[in-house]
């Protein structure tokens, strides 16, 4: 690990900033005033304790403005000051067992009383060891993505006395980790404190001495910051052999790396050449780290798992050679024992003339080749996934060879294979693992992404027969409550086979099973059916799909007129609404064009501009409807004066401000007009309606 950390850093930039930032700490003059209690001298300085030493307390001139550097002194030498510290001081009488303590605090924290329990660890830390306690704190702290409140927390709990234990080292890296949101990656500064933390823990003088655990946390936090420099910095000072060396976890976390740092910080940026360059240098990166890993694996010193043979697949899967993905099969079948249904890429049975591949990426560079006594070969290029063989033990004593411990497939596995096998455009092979994985000796339990990418795989094939049998019995069968996209993906693979005659009695089935299974079916999923009848041009059978519209339009009115049976938000109700009405539109559009292409007896044109009107007046309706609640929805733009209110409200300032722009809105002024005229309109001018008999071949729902 610590050769590979190092050819990983000589072949980067050199770093342009240092990682580790450690303040010097001021001497100590006199007593700190701002302490509360006598704590004792701790033997490892750490890099965020910045103490402020003073003699006295800044004197504020009578007159002048308090700047917020003096308000901050003035706190300081007051002291913390604890809120109802007499009740708290009463509930710590019944608490003097450091176990009971942490777990009231743990309920204090779970009704969302952060601040009680905070004071509740200041307390009680005058009269016993409740680090445990501060704990709890500290991950709440982290959990709600409040990292400087939560360092504060972990400085102030060492100057009481209590000081960290693994636990707490553990819950600060971790935390350092954590993001509001999975697409954004981790900020800089989390990445100098979390190396500044575990180097702290590795210093001579340290209580608490880091594990494989809290090297995985710091990788864990450069990984997320996409910051390779300083995860080749952590990782080279893994050791070889011990406690401390690397595991399952570690190899995982660098693969990841290394995988998410081939697409860049910015890949917008970046050009498609410097792309291609730059994944196929993660690619040779990954493999020379997966030689490392099976070196080990055979000496048993590292087990292998799902996750790390899932982190490898992806990484070859972001290369654009053809051989790169080959390598999955190779890998699957050395680390799981699954053999391959198919043979390599280069032999003469094997064609690959009707792969599309991408020549931008750079070739593999050949490297020598390091044979070993059992014929393993150490070439990341050609060999890094060859078959091995367990190896002989290091002493003589012993009998045999150590045996294998294969890594147990599972969904992950599937869809590896999966997506291997439809990129270099060979479906049987997938369907063939598909079925080896599913059944026999592995019956591996598919998820429901699983079947999203076997929908996926029949999309691009045009299985449109295989995607409704999918739908229909398998995901039943596995007891998997399918989504909204996995019928979008269905109902994509029956559009992409249009000239299959049976192509709408698949589509009809995937419809069946979408309103059986949802409360709401899925709009998008419906027009796409609609406009898959129209590219049939057949009159009985668009009319045999409009006229199966008729219960599915029936709901969608109820849910327009009376609302959602279940409990969601304003914008997501309003938004399925305006689907509903993308769809009405759409079935109207759908009656215009089987009209228009006389594609249904001129005798008949009656009744369906009967069903077509009473579509259009209830769509010009729930239109309207929608329109006024999505107004309801906007917000105010940025900048507006807010008005005052009259007195005696008692809504709040901001929702009667809100409601004051609305109504003084130019634009809402004239639309509520419009409304006043046509309504008035409407009253002194009724329309005409005719007495026809309303006609018995069907309607909607009506």
């Not at 899967?317 to 890998?331: A, H, M």
Request: net charge positive; glycine share 4%; charged share 30%.
């Amino acid at each position: 690990m610590r050769a590979i950390a190092g050819d990983a850093a000589s072949a980067r930039q050199p770093l342009q900033h240092r990682l580790l930032l450690t303040p010097q700490l001021h001497q100590r003059s006199s007593r700190r005033a701002a302490s509360t209690v006598a704590a004792q001298q701790d033997d490892v300085s750490d890099a965020f304790d910045e103490v402020m030493e003073f003699d006295e307390v800044p004197k504020v001139p009578e007159r002048a403005v308090v700047t917020p550097r003096a308000q901050q002194l003035t706190k300081r030498a007051k002291g913390i000051e604890i809120e109802n510290k007499k009740s708290l001081e009463i509930e710590l009488r019944y608490l003097k067992d450091p176990l009971k303590l942490s777990e009231h605090v743990k309920y204090t924290i779970k009704c969302d009383k952060l601040d009680k329990a905070l004071d509740l660890c200041r307390l009680a830390s005058k009269t016993m060891s409740c680090v445990v306690s501060w704990n709890a704190v500290v991950d709440a702290l982290m959990r709600k993505n409040k990292i400087n409140e939560a360092l504060k927390v972990y400085n102030e709990m060492k100057k009481r006395a209590q000081f960290p234990d693994s636990y707490t080292y553990m819950m600060v890296l971790r935390g350092l980790g954590f993001r509001s949101h999975i697409d954004q990656p981790v900020k800089e500064e989390n990445v100098s404190k979390a190396i500044a933390i575990y180097t702290s823990m590795n210093a001579p003088t340290s209580r608490v001495k880091p594990n494989i655990m809290h090297t995985n946390a710091t990788l864990n936090v450069c990984a997320l910051a996409l910051d390779m420099d300083a995860l080749w910095s952590v990782a080279g000072q893994i050791p070889t052999k011990g406690p401390q060396a690397a595991d399952r976890m570690t190899y995982t976390i660098i693969l990841n790396a290394i995988r998410h740092s081939a697409y860049g910080k910015n890949p917008e940026d970046v050009q498609l050449e410097q792309i291609a360059s730059r994944r196929q240098k993660a690619v040779d990166e990954g493999r020379r780290v997966w030689i490392d890993v099976i070196r080990k694996w055979r000496a048993g010193e590292v087990m292998i798992d799902e996750d790390l043979v899932g982190s490898m697949g992806r990484l070859l899967l972001t290369s654009k050679r053809i051989e790169d993905w080959d390598n999955v099969l190779d890998l699957v079948q050395q680390t799981m024992n699954v053999k391959r249904l198919i043979a390599p890429v280069g032999s003469p049975e094997r064609r690959t003339e009707h792969v599309p591949q991408d020549g931008a990426g750079e070739a593999v560079e050949a490297q020598q080749e390091e044979v070993d006594e059992e014929g393993y070969t150490n070439s990341p290029a050609t060999r890094a996934f060859k078959v091995v063989k367990p190896s002989q033990p290091e002493h003589a004593t012993s009998k045999g060879t150590r045996p294998l411990v294969w890594a147990q497939p599972g969904p992950q596995t599937v869809s590896l294979l999966v997506d291997a096998c439809q990129r270099m455009r060979i479906p049987r092979i997938a369907s063939a693992y598909w079925e080896l994985l599913t059944s026999g000796d592995h019956s591996v339990t598919p998820d429901l992404e699983n079947f999203d990418r076997q929908l996926r795989l029949f999309a691009s094939n045009r299985a449109s027969a295989k995607a409704a049998k999918l739908i229909r019995e398998d995901l039943p069968a596995a007891g998997i409550e399918p989504k909204n996209s996995t019928f979008r993906l269905a109902m994509s693979a029956c559009q992409r086979d249009m000239k299959n005659p049976h192509v709408l009695e698949h589509a009809t089935t995937i419809i069946d099973v979408m309103e059986k299974s949802q409360a709401d079916p899925d709009a998008q999923t419906l027009m796409e059916y609609l406009s898959l009848a129209l590219t049939s041009n057949d009159g009985p059978k668009i009319v045999a799909v409009i006229n199966r519209m008729d219960s599915i339009v029936h709901n969608l009115r109820s849910r327009v007129s009376f609302g959602p049976d279940r409990k969601m938000s304003e914008v997501a109700d309003v938004r399925e609404l305006k689907q509903a009405c993308m769809f009405l539109q759409t079935l109207v559009g759908t009656i215009d064009t089987l009209m228009n292409r006389s594609l249904v007896p001129a005798e008949d044109f009656q009744h369906w501009h009967a069903r077509r009107a009473d579509l259009s007046k209830f769509l010009g309706s729930a239109k309207r409807r929608v329109e006024k609640r999505d107004r309801n929805l906007a917000p105010p733009p940025e900048g507006n004066k807010r008005l005052g209110r009259p007195l005696g409200l008692t809504m709040g300032k901001d929702a009667w401000a809100l409601r004051e722009f609305r109504y003084n809105d130019p634009k809402r002024k004239e639309f509520r007009r419009d409304s006043v005229r046509q309504e008035r309109e409407a009253n002194f001018n009724p329309p005409r309606r005719s007495n026809r008999d309303e006609d018995d071949r069907g309607g909607f729902g009506m």
